[in-house]
């Protein structure tokens, strides 16, 4: 669908208004006698009942596509919003650009009439409420970086109006929406909780996993004020089947946090314990499976070349930097992340050993490393340990390449610069390797055919203990 044709004619309610319409002033709202007796809450919570409220979404990536679906298949009209305009050309089209979200998603979009995709902030103004989906990552010395959501604040700001309620779903330090987001909206001269609304509810969108959707994941709901609140519940209920009411924003923003640094602690752990293991020749696996069959009290996690994804390796710093600021050290949250950032180079050190077990240094060897996606079976590299493992490859003079069916391009990355085209994964590719390298563990890879072909592997993820009788020496990192 393309937003920028000429809008029907009279213009409909929902994403094509044009931004400064009569219908989205309060003062003309739904009757002359709603425009005196019925304020902006009651406004935006009957057109959230009757699901005419227009949906933006701000930031049309991994969590702003699917929540947008979700909104859509909710009745809602949906704006969906992204400043990279080759996003909203896909969007336009149905053209793919998340494969991991598959193919109906996308034409669902591009197909309905109740949603159309933009790169113009001023179209916000049609939306009843703005959801804010965007990256925050962490600054240079593990700061967080919040430009992404203070911009996209003064860009609401800009188009705020009564009667809006504005969300936001990254991930980020508790605190952010009440003291952060909140008095840049109000600089506009708008009373939150009167004017408009403002609430947090935090994504857990998990890439790759198969028949659960946005709807399907509970989500939590927490205002800066009870109206907000109550107003984000009405929305967030309408569209998912479970929404959990908080008490604040800040409860909410803190669950979040506990969700990752709970998985950033425990995977450090399991990282440690192979180290250690390693030394006393026990495979860390068999150990979780075994730990595992224990009903309860216990949690498998298992280790991995470094953590991936925006949430994990991202998410504890941000409430690692806010307890410095109150003049508490979080020492659990630094240790974790010290251990887990030093797994990549543990990687190429055990690549390093294993080339020596054949007579070969690292400079010069062939090293083919399979996958390079964060996690199996997506596209996904955000934060993925592949990089940083391919960059000290190179930096000690080994030959790489890689192979990956869902990311045939090395994709552009913030912190990273790697040129490389995915191989064709064969017996001849393979034989040429002096190592091959499993850092993500694809289900469509033929790892029997690595254990035919190739001579020599270092497993980061297990990947082979099903093989059987591989010819290849097989090294666990």
């Given amino acids: 669908m393309i937003l920028d044709q000429d809008p029907p004619n009279p213009l409909p309610r929902g994403p094509w208004a044009e931004p400064g319409r009569a219908e ?17 809450a009651e406004l935006l919570r009957q057109r959230l009942a009757d699901r005419t409220a227009t949906i933006g979404v701000v930031g049309m990536g991994y969590v702003g596509m699917p929540l947008a679906h979700a909104m859509l298949e909710a009745g809602f009209p949906v704006l969906g919003f992204d400043v990279d305009e080759r996003k909203i050309s896909k969007l336009d089209t149905g053209e793919i650009y998340l494969p991991h979200l598959g193919e109906a998603m996308h034409t669902d979009l591009a197909g309905s009439e109740r949603f159309a995709a ?26 967080p970086d919040l430009n992404f959501v203070l ?3 003064r860009m609401a700001a800009g188009i705020l109006r009564p009667g809006q309620l504005v969300v936001l779903e990254s991930t980020t330090y508790p605190g952010t929406t009440r003291n952060e987001m909140q008095p840049i909206l109000e600089q506009t001269g708008l009373a939150c909780g009167r004017d408009f609304f403002l609430a947090y509810s935090p994504e857990r969108e998990d890439p790759g996993r198969k028949g659960v959707t946005t709807k399907a994941i509970p989500k939590l709901v927490g205002g800066v004020d009870d109206t907000s609140t109550d107003l ?49 020749d026990i495979d860390i696996w068999e150990v979780v499976e075994a730990a595992a069959t224990k009903p309860f009290g216990f949690q498998a996690f298992y280790p991995g070349p470094g953590l991936g994804g925006h949430c994990i390796p991202i998410d504890p710093f941000y409430l690692a930097w806010k307890a410095r600021e109150l003049g508490h050290t979080t020492r659990f949250i630094e240790l974790a992340g010290e251990i887990n950032s030093q797994m990549p180079a543990h990687v190429v050190t055990k690549v390093a050993e294993a080339l020596n077990t054949i007579g070969r240094p690292i400079r010069g060897s062939k090293v083919l490393v399979l996958g390079i996606a964060y996690k199996p079976d997506v596209e996904d590299v955000r934060e993925s340990p592949a990089a940083t493992i391919i960059e000290l490859l190179l930096q000690q003079g080994a030959e790489v390449a890689y192979h990956d069916p869902h990311c045939p391009h090395f994709p552009e990355m913030r912190q990273h610069d790697i040129d490389l085209n995915s191989v064709t994964l064969d017996e001849a590719t393979l034989a040429a390797s002096d190592c091959v390298l499993i850092v993500t563990d694809h289900s469509n890879v033929d790892y029997s055919l690595v254990g035919r072909s190739a001579a020599l592997v270092v497993d980061t993820r297990n990947a082979m203990a099903d093989v059987a009788d591989p010819v290849a020496t097989i090294i666990k990192a």
């Fill in 151 to 153: 911009e996209s604040t």
């Fill in 232 to 280: 984000a519940m009405l929305l967030y209920a309408a569209a998912v089947e479970d929404a959990h009411q908080v008490s604040s924003a800040e409860i909410a923003e803190s669950a979040k946090i506990l969700e990752n640094v709970y998985r950033a602690v425990n995977i450090a752990l399991v990282n440690e314990l192979k180290l250690i293991l390693e030394k006393m």
């Fill in 118 to 143: 933009t790169c113009d902030a001023a179209r916000l103004e049609a939306a009843d409420v703005i959801i804010l989906c965007v990256p925050t990552p962490l600054g240079p010395h593990r700061e």
């Fill in 24 to 40: 989205h002033d309060m003062s003309t709202a739904d009757s002359p006698k709603a425009s005196t007796t019925t304020s902006p």
